[in-house]
């Protein structure tokens, strides 16, 4: 796990400096003076779209990249690997069909958005750059994981785009650009980081591309089709489920709700830093670990990724929850996003969940049976949408949470049920139990205490730094996660050299 350790804690660190720019993005995007909740709530609904794009475009390829890899580099000499060249391939055609279907669709897309989301028909072609830049990148990246080049994508993908980003938000509220300009300059995000990862790859002699097909594609054809066909639907599903929420509200609400529940999905995506990254090392590792029937390795890293990632959670969530509307009145934000306060409550209890069973998506995915990540997926889409659907024309805003909340509850109990069932592999401990105890004790003493006594920015700062300060305490001294007491025990020495 050392190695997993090391490069996880250099990519969650780019991740969180990604956040640090992702924190200005929003607090600029949801201030009451510089852009409107509708503004805001358009930036999302591209994203969502263009990345739904990406995911019907792809074809399926991106587990292609991962699950072959080790088999194209063993097997071929880097100017036989065709590989990369036949990812991109399939992705072209997967995007010329989207972009066709799309057109198709148009008078449907005025239809549902056209009476509460008028901005979004204005721009809605703009997601195609967007879409494809997006997918040219995706596959890139998955590539360069197989050369171990997950951190590069951390940095990429969470820091550099959203310091683009911030820069445009910048022109826009010095009066440099309009709001037109800014909408495109923000479509072309993916063409910046898409660029900067294939000149790296191409500098470090990495960037094979073959148009001749290899006799590694043709002895795995079969296979690979078969792979791609199942991939396919589990990326749609993915991305759909994803982005499903903003798409309802634009729908049902209007664009303002869509902002407002973006806010509290950004604030919540803060919890996932750790899973991102761990996911960028711990795929070709499970993957390698399958191909040689290393199972101990497999739980290993297994249970090691549940604890941590619950750990990191369950710390930061409480950091917020006690801090959510101090945060908002504090920063002027707009008022309308304290509507989204139990949003991010419930969307919260979603990622611990996500977080708290660690990478079994990933094991399941890497594995021969990597089918049920697909009928899983399947099934979480399945429930979510009507639920998405019936709860938000019921409750509103606070509707899509709730459907988050049940399909991934159950969808997470039905994989947890399949690794200990068929693998004997289960994340859990009493150690688990006793974080989440911890966890909510120590919130609830903060919460009683500095409500009371402080206000401000002093009450933000000094209720977050004590539930750090105690909660770290108390996992390294009951040594609740191995990697994490290595951490801070390399901390320790470290301070204990520097007096």
Same mark, same amino acid.
């Given at each position: 796990?050392?190695?997993?350790?090391?490069?996880?804690?250099?990519?969650?660190?780019?991740?969180?400096?990604?956040?640090?720019?992702?924190?200005?993005?929003?607090?600029?995007?949801?201030?009451?003076?510089?852009?409107?909740?509708?503004?805001?709530?358009? #930036?999302?609904?591209?994203?969502?779209?263009?990345?739904?794009?990406?995911?019907? !475009?792809?074809?399926?390829?991106?587990?292609?990249? /991962?699950?072959?890899?080790?088999?194209? $580099?063993?097997?071929?000499?880097?100017?036989?690997?065709?590989?990369?060249?036949?990812?991109?391939?399939? =992705?072209?055609?997967?995007?010329?069909?989207? %972009?066709?279907?799309?057109?198709?669709?148009?008078?449907?897309?005025?239809?549902?958005?056209?009476?509460?989301?008028?901005?979004?028909?204005?721009?809605?072609?703009?997601?195609?750059?967007?879409?494809?830049?997006?997918?040219?990148?995706?596959?890139? $990246?998955?590539?360069?994981?197989?050369?171990?080049?997950?951190?590069?994508? !951390?940095?990429?993908?969470?820091?550099?785009?959203?310091?683009?980003?911030?820069?445009?938000?910048?022109?826009?509220?010095?009066?440099?650009?309009?709001?037109?300009?800014?909408?495109?300059?923000?479509?072309?995000?993916?063409?910046?980081?898409?660029?900067?990862?294939?000149?790296?790859?191409?500098?470090?002699? !990495?960037?094979?591309?073959?148009?001749?097909?290899?006799?590694?594609?043709?002895?795995?054809?079969?296979?690979?089709?078969?792979?791609?066909?199942?991939?396919?639907?589990?990326?749609? /599903?993915?991305?759909?489920?994803?982005? *499903?929420?903003?798409?309802?509200?634009? %729908?049902?609400?209007?664009?303002?709700?869509?902002?407002?529940?973006?806010?509290?999905?950004?604030?919540?995506?803060?919890?996932?830093?750790?899973?991102?990254?761990?996911?960028?090392?711990?795929?070709?590792?499970?993957?390698?670990?399958?191909?040689?029937?290393?199972?101990?390795?497999?739980?290993?890293?297994? $249970?090691?990724?549940?604890?941590?990632?619950?750990?990191?959670?369950?710390?930061?969530?409480?950091?917020?929850?006690?801090?959510?509307?101090?945060?908002?009145?504090?920063?002027? *934000?707009?008022?309308?996003?304290?509507?989204?306060?139990?949003?991010?409550?419930?969307?919260?209890?979603? #990622?611990?969940?996500?977080?708290? #069973?660690? /990478?079994?998506?990933?094991?399941?995915?890497?594995?021969?049976?990597?089918?049920?990540?697909?009928?899983?997926?399947?099934?979480?889409?399945?429930?979510?949408?009507?639920? !998405?659907?019936?709860?938000? =024309?019921?409750?509103?805003?606070?509707?899509?949470?709730?459907?988050?909340?049940?399909?991934?509850? /159950?969808?997470?109990?039905?994989?947890?049920?399949?690794?200990?069932?068929?693998?004997?592999?289960?994340?859990? =401990?009493?150690?688990?139990?006793?974080?989440?105890?911890?966890?909510?004790?120590?919130?609830?003493?903060?919460?009683?205490?500095?409500?009371?006594?402080?206000?401000?920015?002093?009450?933000?700062?000094?209720?977050?730094?004590?539930?750090?300060?105690?909660?770290?305490?108390?996992?390294?001294?009951?040594?609740?996660?191995?990697?994490?007491?290595?951490?801070?025990?390399?901390?320790?020495?470290?301070?204990?050299?520097?007096?």
């Amino acid at each position: 796990m050392s190695d997993i350790r090391k490069n996880s804690l250099k990519a969650t660190a780019w991740i969180y400096i990604g956040f640090l720019f992702g924190a200005v993005n929003t607090y600029f995007l949801t201030h009451r003076d510089w852009f409107t909740p509708d503004q805001n709530g358009l #930036t999302r609904s591209l994203i969502d779209i263009s990345l739904l794009i990406y995911a019907i !475009s792809s074809l399926g390829t991106s587990n292609l990249m /991962v699950k072959f890899f080790p088999y194209y $580099e063993d097997n071929l000499k880097p100017a036989e690997n065709d590989l990369l060249s036949l990812a991109f391939r399939i =992705s072209l055609a997967g995007f010329t069909i989207t %972009a066709l279907l799309m057109w198709l669709m148009n008078p449907l897309i005025i239809k549902k958005f056209g009476t509460n989301s008028i901005l979004l028909v204005d721009y809605i072609y703009w997601t195609l750059p967007m879409g494809f830049f997006a997918l040219q990148y995706y596959i890139l $990246e998955y590539y360069a994981y197989g050369f171990g080049k997950g951190v590069l994508g !951390s940095l990429l993908r969470e820091t550099i785009l959203r310091l683009y980003v911030l820069i445009i938000i910048t022109l826009k509220i010095a009066g440099w650009i309009n709001f037109h300009t800014f909408i495109i300059l923000f479509t072309l995000q993916y063409g910046l980081i898409t660029c900067i990862l294939a000149v790296h790859l191409w500098k470090n002699g !990495s960037l094979w591309i073959s148009f001749k097909t290899s006799r590694v594609t043709r002895k795995y054809r079969k296979k690979i089709i078969a792979m791609l066909a199942f991939t396919f639907l589990v990326v749609i /599903v993915t991305f759909l489920r994803q982005s *499903i929420d903003g798409l309802v509200l634009a %729908a049902k609400q209007n664009l303002g709700k869509v902002g407002i529940f973006g806010l509290a999905s950004y604030m919540v995506s803060i919890l996932q830093a750790p899973f991102r990254s761990l996911v960028a090392v711990t795929v070709p590792k499970l993957s390698r670990a399958w191909k040689e029937k290393n199972l101990p390795e497999i739980q290993r890293i297994y $249970e090691r990724s549940s604890i941590n990632m619950l750990a990191f959670s369950l710390c930061i969530f409480f950091c917020v929850w006690m801090n959510y509307t101090r945060g908002i009145e504090l920063l002027h *934000i707009h008022p309308s996003y304290l509507e989204g306060k139990w949003v991010f409550f419930l969307l919260g209890c979603v #990622t611990i969940i996500e977080l708290g #069973t660690g /990478v079994n998506g990933q094991i399941i995915g890497t594995s021969t049976f990597w089918r049920v990540e697909l009928w899983t997926s399947l099934l979480l889409t399945l429930m979510i949408i009507p639920l !998405s659907y019936t709860l938000t =024309s019921k409750y509103g805003l606070i509707g899509p949470a709730y459907a988050n909340l049940i399909s991934f509850s /159950v969808y997470n109990a039905v994989r947890y049920y399949f690794l200990w069932k068929k693998f004997g592999l289960q994340p859990f =401990s009493w150690k688990t139990l006793e974080l989440l105890i911890m966890a909510i004790s120590i919130y609830w003493l903060i919460d009683q205490t500095i409500g009371v006594w402080m206000n401000g920015w002093t009450a933000l700062m000094v209720s977050c730094l004590m539930y750090i300060a105690i909660y770290s305490m108390w996992i390294y001294i009951r040594k609740i996660s191995p990697d994490v007491y290595q951490l801070l025990e390399t901390m320790k020495n470290r301070f204990q050299k520097s007096r």
